[in-house]
């Protein structure tokens, strides 16, 4: 198998030159509407400036990149690499990262709309309407705005382009299991067979465009499945991490109101049995006290941790998804979406307070997720990638199922500990 890069040891490119920092001003107040919007704004010149600083003193330390032991250096830590490997980056130099970040400030509309050209859009965005902003309260509602008058899709762009490119037979995911000999792997047709068969089967029981949908899994490859068949039907998915209680569970279903929840029956860390189907079952309870009754639970069989047989069940709610989702047919049309509409709701982790929902809209998200996934990782199409977060955090939404898959990427989904 090929070399695996990891998240954790980007391939990047270090060098001598003096730290740049970004500097910013505190964030404007935020809205008092319910589930909270924040964005990123890419490349706004009021907001972010370079300035030199140099790096903080650390002991020499050895390190390893790509699986390539190094001497320990007292040059601050840094590990610089060869020149041969710095020539083949994405970015090869401090300088060229300087020259694309002040093309990115200087003229952020045709910075952004070149990469999104990239993409497949079923309709252009306004060229007057790159990014719309206002950050300053006294003026009005706070809001970013991406691609405004655009319309694609997540899942055509991650999926179907690279289907359609003579390209389906590549490997989309491997998965690693909890023990050694438990692995699978899609192709990037057979990922696209898998989503719109799920796609269909949401459809089928009343799932449009804005609904929400609860998933709940650990990480099997019918995570990122889950998100982009949501994403493939206009629906709003908000992942949940699978090590939260029922509590937590219920708060997120409470707000966010979704139509289906997606779990599994149970999933093995190491040696210990985690009951996720009854987690769900104890937050729905919850949740109708509090007025939100969820009408289906979809529920994987995840055997390699319970039977079938070993499963609490409500009849008339649950639904096996081995039941139900292969019966349905591999081809579903897209639901061509605004750049601005919801894509997924992802919680704060509620630590300091009740959850917030954070709403990330399609275009933006696509375009920004993409990019800093290739240039980030210095990804190339012969590599297979790694990124050690869960699917439940917006790094393993970026990492492990969009930014890769939008660069046409194989990634290892690692469900072990």
């Known amino acids: 198998m ?13 060098s001598s030159a003096r730290a740049l920092p970004l500097h910013a001003p505190a964030l404007a107040p935020s809205s008092s509407r319910s589930p909270l919007r924040w964005r990123s704004a890419m490349g706004a010149s009021d907001r972010l400036t370079v300035a030199a600083a140099k790096p903080r003193h650390a002991a020499p330390c050895a390190a390893t990149v790509l699986g390539e032991p190094l001497p320990a250096s ?15 980056a994405l970015v090869s130099s401090p300088q060229q990262y300087l020259e694309m970040y002040q093309r990115s400030i200087d003229d952020p509309a045709g910075f952004w709309s070149e990469i999104a050209e990239t993409f497949y859009w079923k309709q252009k965005w306004s060229p007057e309407e790159v990014c719309t902003e206002n950050l300053d309260v006294t003026k009005g509602p706070i809001k970013i705005e991406w691609f405004k008058g655009g319309k694609t899709n997540i899942c055509h762009n991650a999926v179907d382009r690279y289907v359609e490119a003579g390209d389906g037979a590549k490997i989309a995911m491997y998965w690693e299991g909890n023990e050694p000999d438990q692995d699978g792997k899609l192709t990037y047709s057979e990922l696209l067979d898998k989503v719109c068969q799920l796609a269909n089967y949401l459809k089928s029981v009343g799932v449009e465009k804005g609904d929400a949908v609860v998933i709940y899994l650990p990480m099997l490859m019918e995570l990122p499945i889950a998100m982009l068949a949501c994403a493939r039907i206009g629906a709003v998915h908000s992942v949940v991490f ?27 860390r190491g040696q210990k049995l985690i009951p996720l189907k009854d987690i769900v079952d104890a937050s729905l309870v919850e949740s109708a006290k509090n007025g939100v009754t969820v009408g289906i ?39 061509w979406v605004d750049a ?15 959850p917030k929902g954070v709403l990330h809209t399609t275009g933006g998200y696509m375009v920004y997720a993409a990019t800093t996934f290739k240039h980030a990782f210095d990804y190339k199409p012969t590599d297979i990638y790694w990124c050690t977060a869960d699917c439940g955090w917006i790094t393993g939404h970026s990492y492990v199922t969009y930014g890769p898959l939008l660069n046409g990427a194989t990634v290892l989904v690692y469900e072990g500990v």
């Open 242 to 268: 699978a090590g939260f209680s029922a509590d937590a569970i219920a708060q997120r279903i409470t707000d966010c109101k979704p139509k289906v929840v997606i779990t599994c029956n149970a999933v093995k």
């Open 340 to 354: 601005e509409d919801p894509l997924f709701l992802l919680y704060t982790s509620g630590s300091t307070g009740k």
């Open 297 to 335: 639970c979809l529920t994987y069989e995840n055997q390699l941790a319970m039977k079938k047989e070993d499963t609490q069940w409500i009849a008339g709610r649950d639904v096996w998804w081995q039941d139900v989702v292969p019966n349905f047919p591999t081809r579903c049309d897209v639901e």
């Open 2 to 14: 090929a070399q695996y890069i990891y998240a954790t040891t980007a391939r990047c490119c270090c």
């Open 74 to 88: 007292d040059d601050h830590g840094l590990v610089h690499p060869s020149a041969d490997f710095a020539a083949q």
